[in-house]
């Protein structure tokens, strides 16, 4: 398989999304969620990367992640997806592909893009119509961003930078009135 043609840099962002094999389900119960966030969890460490948010969807994924170090953020994600198609494909007696292909990256070099980024990802289950209220999605960092949840995956320092209050953020991802930058879309699924 050809190699990734963009480079991963300590100190810049990048949203990572991958979708299953014909559009399906790549979790069929929450135990395969809570499973790959523990291997999230260990490899982010690990590899020197920060969650800044998350949306795990049915058939699809989405991360926004910082580079903290001079590890591969491709190891981290290749190392924790391998791990997780193992363990699904063992529980649910498959050997099919559970994913589209390899994961796509896009590297986050605005401001404005980042912070519409984390809201586009917090909004993807209202967006796909499988909740009425987004604090009713358990599988992100949303609830972490209103402060209704103390979980592992909540960086202070960036969310005080960026959005100074829990309901700042509430507000801005509520707020149909905001318009996201111009060329957005580029930083979105395909």
Same mark, same amino acid.
């Given at each position: 398989?050809?190699?990734r043609?963009?480079?991963?840099?300590k100190?810049?962002?990048?949203h990572?999304?991958?979708r299953?094999a014909?559009?399906?389900?790549?979790f069929?119960?929450?135990d395969?969620?809570?499973?790959?966030?523990?291997l999230?969890?260990?490899?982010?460490?690990?590899?020197?990367?920060?969650?800044?948010?998350y949306?795990l969807?049915?058939?699809?994924?989405?991360?926004?992640? %910082? =580079?903290?170090?001079? #590890?591969?953020?491709?190891? &981290?994600?290749?190392?924790?997806?391998?791990s997780?198609?193992?363990? *699904?494909?063992?529980?649910?007696?498959?050997?099919?592909?559970l994913?589209?292909?390899r994961?796509?990256?896009?590297?986050?070099d605005?401001?404005?893009?980042?912070?519409?980024?984390?809201?586009?990802?917090?909004?993807?289950?209202?967006?796909?119509?499988?909740?009425?209220?987004?604090?009713?999605w358990?599988?992100?960092?949303?609830?972490?961003?209103?402060?209704?949840?103390?979980?592992?995956?909540?960086? %202070? =320092?960036f969310?005080? #930078?960026?959005?100074?209050n &829990?309901?700042?953020y509430?507000?801005?991802?509520h707020?149909?009135? *905001?318009?996201?930058?111009?060329n957005?879309?580029?930083y979105?699924?395909?």
């Amino acid at each position: 398989m050809p190699g990734r043609y963009l480079k991963f840099v300590k100190g810049n962002f990048y949203h990572v999304y991958n979708r299953g094999a014909n559009k399906q389900k790549i979790f069929f119960e929450t135990d395969n969620y809570l499973y790959l966030l523990k291997l999230l969890n260990k490899n982010t460490t690990k590899y020197c990367l920060t969650v800044i948010a998350y949306c795990l969807m049915p058939n699809h994924y989405h991360l926004l992640l %910082r =580079v903290d170090g001079e #590890k591969d953020l491709s190891r &981290c994600i290749s190392t924790t997806f391998n791990s997780y198609v193992q363990a *699904i494909n063992k529980r649910y007696d498959r050997a099919s592909s559970l994913f589209l292909e390899r994961f796509k990256a896009i590297h986050i070099d605005k401001e404005a893009y980042l912070l519409h980024l984390c809201r586009y990802i917090h909004l993807n289950p209202i967006n796909a119509q499988l909740i009425a209220n987004l604090e009713d999605w358990p599988f992100s960092n949303y609830l972490e961003f209103i402060g209704k949840r103390n979980g592992t995956f909540f960086e %202070r =320092v960036f969310f005080q #930078k960026h959005f100074g209050n &829990c309901d700042a953020y509430y507000d801005f991802v509520h707020d149909v009135s *905001i318009q996201p930058p111009e060329n957005f879309g580029d930083y979105l699924f395909e």
